[in-house]
């Protein structure tokens, strides 16, 4: 059996963090243990509070499940403090695992999941152990400092995301305008590739990044390569978005169940650079 990892924050509402990873986990085939680093209270409408757990904590379920269990790759989502980024560092810098940032900042309801000082502590201590980052381009505009309108702005931006000693880059695309949403994949060795996709007009999209990041954690704790890895998780969370679940009366959850159910087709479009 495939063991993965989340440290992130719980979504009482189901649709991101902990909750997604796990259901991601479970429908992808591997085994998913956690380290909770935030509560939240929330629902598709908003986040109406969150409380965070202490360091020392985090760092404390971490080793447990080591001690005991061969994971084989990590997904980091929401840290919300410099003291967890730093703390989280620190115990992976010993592990020999791959590990999959996905830097969440805000919520789809716009609340802020990442304190300030949080984004200087990721950039200094946790990115350089990234195997792969996986942002949004808001997300991307706060790591680089570029403000992103072009493709051109996408490709500089992940080169300051290299500077910080990641492994690859995948740009997602889903914030720009077009008919598509296409996503950059960027290796430190110069190669890329680019995922083409359709748009959905849809509000049923919380949880998307959660979900992206720990299908490729899923599929690389599987032994997939980079490439092959990037491209199913795409797969996964397209189905999610085009098979609306419409629970709640916001920002709906996407559907963990389609990819199984669909069997993994979608038409996703890779373009070779």
Known sequence: MNIVMTIAGSDSGGGAGIQADLKTFQELGVFGTTAITALTAQNTLGVEGISPVDSDFVVQQ?????????????????????????SVAEVLREKDVQLV???VMIAKGGATLLQQAAIEAMK??????????TPNIPEAEVLSGVTITTSE?????????????VQCVVMKGGHLAGDTAVDTIYFADGSSFAIQSERIQTNQTHGTGCTFSAALTAFLGQGYDMKTAIIEAKKFVQL????????????GPTNHFAYKQQQGQVEVRVIEA
């Open 62 to 86: 971490i080793l447990a499940v080591f001690r005991d269990m061969p994971v084989k790759a990590i997904k980091t989502g929401m840290l919300f403090s410099a003291e967890i980024i730093t």
């Open 101 to 103: 940032i996905d830097p």
């Open 124 to 133: 200094t201590t946790l990115l350089p152990l990234a195997t792969v980052v």
């Open 153 to 165: 702005d996408i490709e500089k931006a992940a080169q300051v995301i290299f500077g910080y000693g």
């Open 240 to 251: 999610a978005i085009q098979n609306p679940l419409n629970i709640g009366h916001g920002h």
